[in-house]
């Protein structure tokens, strides 16, 4: 993976061997010239992830500028870089600093480090999200398996994340909770333990980090080589402030991805369904028809009007008249199976198309359709419907939008001769 990655170098650190090793692996660098560039390019332009060299001495107008650069990131991570291993990390950076790297840091672990961040920033817009609060622990769950000793994590993390200990693999269903997982790589079993963990993810995504010491480093390499679903390895011996920065970042991200999700999840809903009815709206509907992977041989539709709707709207008002069309489609949808495809197709007409049914079965399913809607007034208004039905007979070749325009029109002839029944085409 490469990255556009904007290096911030204000105490005028040397950055040279970092740069090198991004350009060498493809990465582009851009280098601000000052604070208001850096602000400006990433305001203008598209970057993957952020380093910013974290001063020994922490002034007001630097942590200003780190919330200014926080807000404007939105979900770009953003990587503190440390002059020493042995420099004080301040707990204010966990939930504004994703991770932290030291200025010798080796090669291949600066390239890791930053690629699991921007591969958890790509699987957002950060123009979508960017409005979203980001700032300060996100709370949430860990699930520490087969670690004996917790010492590692920082206090930031205990105040606010549940933190919970298994000396086993995680029962089924007992961890659907947890944000992320923590796992010791010196555990015979922790290969297992991974595969487990991830087979269990259908539509959530929860990260799973390594845990390692000096003893263990070469058995998380060889378990991170398998594939196994892990998002990430932490070295419990490195700084614990850094460790939690990285924690809440993941944690961060897991819920941003949630919050994504459901938003995109209400989005499509919005666009398939009618408010007013609940059921398909039209775009739906022409969307359905026009997949080139439907067969609509075998199938039955029913066209549904209900019967001097425009009287009813016009003395009643259109208040009453979308409760009643809301009426009518709650007992259309007793009557259809849960493969049956039903739509608002215009103002008071629905339509519902049956795959895999014979001609007696759709024409019986309509005249209950009618007889439930007769049966059922709505408030102190007689409410009735009427309904044309044309089947697509198998060996037929009657293409599925002319039988649409057939089954309108035997509605219609069904609405001529008084309304309140059903007429299926011969």
Same mark, same amino acid.
């Given at each position: 993976m490469v990255a556009k990655v904007l290096v911030i170098n204000e105490d005028r650190t040397n950055f040279g061997r970092i740069i090198l090793t991004l350009k060498k692996s493809f990465f582009q660098v851009l280098? #601000? =010239?000052?604070?208001?560039?850096?602000?400006r390019i990433i305001g203008t332009k598209s970057i993957d992830a952020v380093l910013i060299s974290a001063p020994t001495k922490i002034s007001n107008l630097f942590w200003?500028?780190?919330s200014i650069l926080r807000q404007l990131c939105g979900v770009i991570p953003i990587i503190g870089v440390l002059k020493s291993k042995k420099s004080d990390i301040s707990p204010l950076f966990v939930g504004i600093v994703d991770d932290f790297i030291h200025l010798d840091v080796h090669g291949s672990i600066l390239i890791r480090r930053i690629n699991s961040l921007v591969r958890m920033k790509s699987m957002f817009d950060g123009n979508l999200l960017s409005y979203l609060p980001?700032?300060?622990? #996100?709370?949430? +769950?860990?699930?520490?398996?087969?670690?004996?000793?917790?010492?590692?994590?920082?206090e930031s993390i205990l105040k606010n994340i549940?933190?919970?200990?298994l000396k086993s693999l995680p029962p089924q269903g007992n961890d659907a909770d947890a944000d992320l997982f923590l796992i010791n790589a010196d555990h015979t079993m922790v290969n297992k333990c991974c595969a487990s963990i991830h087979l269990k993810q259908s539509d959530s995504y929860r990260p799973i980090v390594l845990t390692f010491d000096k003893t263990s480093r070469e058995r998380a390499r060889q378990s991170l080589k398998l594939d196994l679903g892990c998002t990430d390895v932490i070295n419990v011996e490195a700084d614990k402030v850094m460790i939690a920065c990285r924690l809440v970042s993941l944690i961060k991200y =897991? +819920?941003?991805?949630?919050?994504?999700?459901?938003?995109?999840k209400r989005s499509l809903h919005l666009f398939a369904i009618d408010p007013t009815t609940e059921v398909y709206n039209r775009s739906f509907l022409e969307d359905f028809l026009a997949r080139k992977d439907q067969n609509f041989t075998g199938s039955a539709i029913l066209m549904i009007d209900i019967d001097k709707f425009k009287f009813i709207n016009d003395k009643f008002g259109h208040s009453f @008249?979308?409760?009643?069309? +809301?009426?009518?489609s709650g007992n259309i949808k007793r009557y259809v199976r849960s493969s049956d495809v039903i739509a608002r197709y215009g103002?008071?007409?629905f339509i519902i198309i049956m795959k895999s049914i014979n001609r007696q079965m759709a024409l019986e399913i309509a005249n209950r359709i009618q007889k439930k809607v007769e049966n059922s007034p709505f408030g102190d208004v007689r409410c009735t419907v009427s309904i044309g039905v044309c089947c697509l007979e198998y060996g037929g070749n009657l293409p599925v939008r002319d039988a649409i325009l057939v089954a309108d029109k035997f509605?219609?002839? @069904? +609405?001529?001769?008084?309304?309140?029944?059903?007429?299926?085409? @011969?």
């Open positions: 280098s #601000p =010239k000052s604070t208001e560039d850096s602000l200003d500028f780190l980001i700032n300060g622990a #996100p709370g949430g +769950k860990i699930v520490a398996i087969f670690h004996e000793q917790l010492d590692f994590l920082h549940e933190v919970v200990q =897991k +819920k941003l991805y949630e919050s994504f999700s459901t938003r995109i @008249a979308d409760s009643m069309l +809301k009426h009518v103002g008071d007409e509605m219609y002839i @069904a +609405k001529q001769s008084g309304g309140n029944s059903v007429k299926i085409c @011969a």
